[in-house]
């Protein structure tokens, strides 16, 4: 949930001349967008697999096609592995896969997270971890870092300009160690 007086500043400053603002997930950018609302925002989602430009269409980058069967097929393994454990939860974001655990006991969902782990091996899938979730991902040099990087030279930051970027996941972490190395002045918030 997004609570709404966020919504109501996201929504101001998309208004304001020479201000870009991009919402950045590890969910499908279509939840994202479900979540937000804010057309006049970019959604940067899937940690940057997929974008949707403001009022535009979501477009997904060319390399993440090959991995589709790959996700498809550990999201039917590991949904039905976690039905088995209570306080978990696999969430299918098409180009990703995410085996939340946040609800669970340890010492329940440590033979699930070992197993996803296995899984993504068999399918050459990479594995990220987050607060309490384990993501599976295809094996591209693709994160919220990337993503923060290119929508930044996209719209003329890298050259001009300042950038803030607030985040409170690990896989923000990308994203504050990339935009800083890019621009010292670059805010970032944890």
């Known amino acids: 949930i997004v609570p709404l007086a966020t919504l109501a500043v996201v929504r101001r400053l998309t208004q ?3 201000v870009h603002v991009a919402v950045v997930s590890g969910r499908s950018a279509a939840d994202a967008f479900r979540m937000t609302g804010v057309d ?6 899937n940690h940057g697999f997929e974008v949707r430009p403001p009022h535009g269409a979501i477009s997904t980058i060319a390399e993440v096609g090959a991995y ?5 097929k550990a999201a039917s393994v590991l949904d039905a592995a976690a039905r088995a454990v209570p306080g978990t939860l696999v969430e ?11 609800l669970a006991d340890p010492r ?25 979730v384990l993501e599976l991902r295809p094996p591209l040099d693709v994160n919220k870092g990337t993503a923060a990087q290119a929508f930044a030279d996209r719209v003329g930051a890298l050259q001009q300009g300042s950038m803030l970027y607030a985040g409170d996941d690990q896989t923000d972490e990308d994203a504050f160690r990339a935009l800083r190395s890019f621009e010292r002045r670059a805010v970032t918030v944890r």
């Open 68 to 72: 589709e069967e790959s996700i498809a």
């Open 108 to 132: 329940d969902s440590a033979a699930l997270i070992e197993r996803a782990k296995d899984l993504a091996r068999e399918l050459r899938l990479r594995t990220t971890v987050g607060k309490r």
């Open 92 to 102: 299918n974001n098409r180009w990703t896969l995410t085996l939340h655990h946040r």
């Open 16 to 18: 304001l001349p020479g």
């Open 40 to 45: 006049s925002a970019w959604i940067i989602g």
